[in-house]
């Protein structure tokens, strides 16, 4: 007797509805869940499935535990039992290479292969948006650690010696660009905790706007040789309010208004996991030169 299921109408809905949502947003499948809509009626068939599965993956180059992490559940057994059961929870990665194995006589099989193809083509361009991202982040972070500090040098020169002097004249650069908002409104708008820097968790766009109002006002200083903390403090302002002005008559988002982003440690994190993985890749995969 055949074991196949009937195709659903909207087979896409199909394997949304069995997808699992972690609170941080991560998406996976639980394999029993992949057996089921698949049409395997003896699970222990679809395991040969996910061993060929792990296998492309490894092939592929990808760490298999990012992709295959097994864990136990418990199912109903009848008359309100339980027993635990080993199920592998399968990454949008791991559900592509698996529907790839899968049995194709099977009636969503092929359909499963098209969902889960554009899905990870979706899901490799949000990658490469973030990774883009990713990376403007963390050169416009270092340009204003850079420019933050030629500033202090230039500001000292006009008199913005003492720890709270320099609070002060930064924080009319922030009141200029923000609209009247400080640092501290800033960090209470943005729902940031006292030890966290507004600025490691600034997107590019806000972060460009800063690294500007920071580079022109350090340029004005020192080419009006300013002498004096207190015209330091209001060209800061004044350079602040200019760059908010060019943003308003080009029809941006004001800076209070961005998103807040993750912090920037993570971000260096992913990014040096990132290097390693592919400077890891390279030497395993010599050039047809070197080999």
Known sequence: MSDQQPVPVNPTNTFERIKRTSPQGNESWSSRDFAE?????DYRNFEAVIEKARTACFN???????HFVEITEMIEIGKGGQRPVKTVMLSRYA???????????????ALGQTYFAVQTRRQELADDQKLQEDQKRLLLRSEMKKHNKNLAGVAKQA????????????DHGYRGLYGGLGMRDIRERKRLKDKEQVLDHMGSTELAANLFRATQTEEKLRRENVQNKDQANRIHNEVGRK?????????????????????????????????????????????????
Do not use: C, W
């Not at 008199?159 to 930064?170: E, H, N, R, S, T």
């Open 95 to 109: 559900g592509y290479l698996v529907i790839q194995n899968a049995d194709p006589t099977k009636a969503l099989v």
């Open 60 to 66: 592929s180059g990808q760490r298999i535990e990012d």
């Open 159 to 170: 008199g913005v010696i003492q720890p709270l002097d320099y609070a002060i004249f930064m």
């Open 243 to 291: 760059v908010r002005k060019t943003i308003h008559e080009l029809g941006g988002t004001m800076p209070e208004n961005l998103p807040v982003a993750e912090s920037i440690k993570k971000v260096e994190s992913r990014e040096k996991k990132r290097i390693k993985a592919e400077q890891k890749k390279s030497l395993g995969n010599p050039s047809k030169e070197e080999s």
């Open 37 to 41: 809509v698949l049409g395997y009626t």
